[in-house]
């Protein structure tokens, strides 16, 4: 298993514009968490996946991000009409469940610049 | 709701030198704590994990952490730092729910000098 994987590693758009980010998460790990990181921050929880059910969203993501996980393997999270406030690293980390004391494995991150 | 604060934003230590980072949390109950580290440009790698039993508990790395209820602290020490060290260290707190989500803090930037 090569771990967690994310595509693109960057991603420049313009304001306005949409984009989708991928995630590949461990085969045998059934939870998939995205987040979202700024400079100087820690990472700050978007939404988590148990398979392909989608089972919290923060309040901070606004109606215009979606995240998907069809058939509970790969997971998108698309950003509609991108601002520039959304300009930041979004990480994906998978667990199993069951074992949260575990931790995360995480991705390396798809870097986001809005201009 | 879970917080965590980890007062310290930057810290500098010589190579060779003992490392404490700290890191306060809040939570209701017994939660799961983690250490994870980031370096420039990359996703995070988990250090050590506390969920239950001895309150001591050793990573990788040659990283050790303590859990203090009585102090809600979960501190991270090694007591001799490397060059390839310098990095940003991240607190986490988990739910004991089974939500699975964790509550990061906004870290700690380590510089090392040679």
């Known amino acids: 298993d090569t771990g967690v994987s994310q595509d693109p590693r960057h991603k420049i758009t313009k304001r306005g514009q949409n984009v989708t980010f991928r995630c590949d998460p461990i085969s045998e790990h059934n939870r998939l968490y995205w987040y979202r990181q700024t400079l100087g921050q820690g990472p700050e929880f978007l939404t988590y996946?148990?398979?392909?059910?989608?089972?919290?969203k923060s309040r901070l993501l606004s109606d215009r991000f979606s995240a998907e996980r069809p058939k509970g393997s790969f997971s998108t999270l698309e950003i509609q009409r991108t601002e520039q406030g959304d300009s930041a690293m979004y990480l994906c980390a998978s667990s199993l469940q069951g074992v949260e004391g575990y931790g995360y494995t995480f991705g390396s991150g798809t870097r986001l610049t809005v201009v | 709701a879970q917080s965590v604060t980890q007062p310290d934003i930057h810290i500098t230590v010589s190579e060779g030198a003992s490392l404490e980072l700290r890191c306060n949390y809040s939570?209701?109950?017994?939660?799961?704590l983690f250490w994870y580290v980031q370096s420039p440009g990359q996703g995070l790698q988990l250090l050590l994990k506390y969920f239950s039993g001895d309150t001591l508990v050793q990573g990788i790395k040659g990283f050790e952490a303590e859990f203090k209820r009585s102090q809600s602290s979960f501190n991270l020490r090694k007591p001799s730092v490397h060059w390839s060290d310098a990095a940003e260290y991240f607190c986490a707190v988990g739910a004991r729910a089974n939500a699975g989500k964790s509550t990061f803090g906004d870290g700690t930037t380590l510089t090392v000098k040679p």
């Open positions: 939570y209701g109950a017994t939660p799961y």
């Open positions: 996946f148990q398979n392909e059910a989608q089972l919290e």
